[in-house]
């Protein structure tokens, strides 16, 4: 996985714990598991961002669930992923990373991401 220094300080969090609203055994493997292996075998070596695995985000009814930070940026929450949203995340993830804010206008994200954004979260830093 990517260095955050190589990456500008963007970080793709996602829940591994996620179950995507399935009743599943403790011993079963997760979705979210799933997605962040997808995500990593998308993700360039040196990527855009760096890629943390999470425990719960708490939106255990929409689905995986990931999230994007960067110090002085928006971060978001981005809900109702699965595996076949992985190469997005990872172009999403640039768009982020090379954005001033974080802000990423809807016109510039892939097509699978425009309705998957839950909510945004300030920047612990103030935001011009």
């Known amino acids: 996985m990517a260095k955050a220094e190589t990456t500008g300080g963007a970080v793709l969090h996602v829940c591994v714990t996620c179950r995507a609203g399935r ?5 079963d493997r997760r979705p979210g598991r ?4 997808a995500v990593a075998a ?3 070596a ?3 961002v760096e890629l943390r695995e999470v425990t719960c985000l708490a939106v255990c009814e ?11 940026k928006w971060g978001y929450l981005l809900g ?11 172009t999403y993830g640039a768009t982020y ?10 016109s510039r994200r892939p097509a699978s991401l425009r ?14």
Do not use: K, N, Y
Request: glycine residues 12%.
């Open 62 to 72: 929409q689905g995986c669930a990931a999230a994007i930070t960067a110090p002085g």
């Open 34 to 37: 799933d997605l962040l292996d």
């Open 80 to 90: 109702r992923l699965g595996v076949e949203h992985a190469a997005d995340l990872v």
């Open 115 to 128: 309705s998957v954004m839950l909510g945004r979260i300030p920047s612990l830093q103030e935001l011009p």
């Open 42 to 44: 998308a993700l360039p």
């Open 46 to 48: 040196g990527g855009p």
């Open 23 to 27: 009743d599943l055994a403790p011993e």
């Open 97 to 106: 990373a090379a954005s001033a804010h974080g802000a990423v206008l809807p």
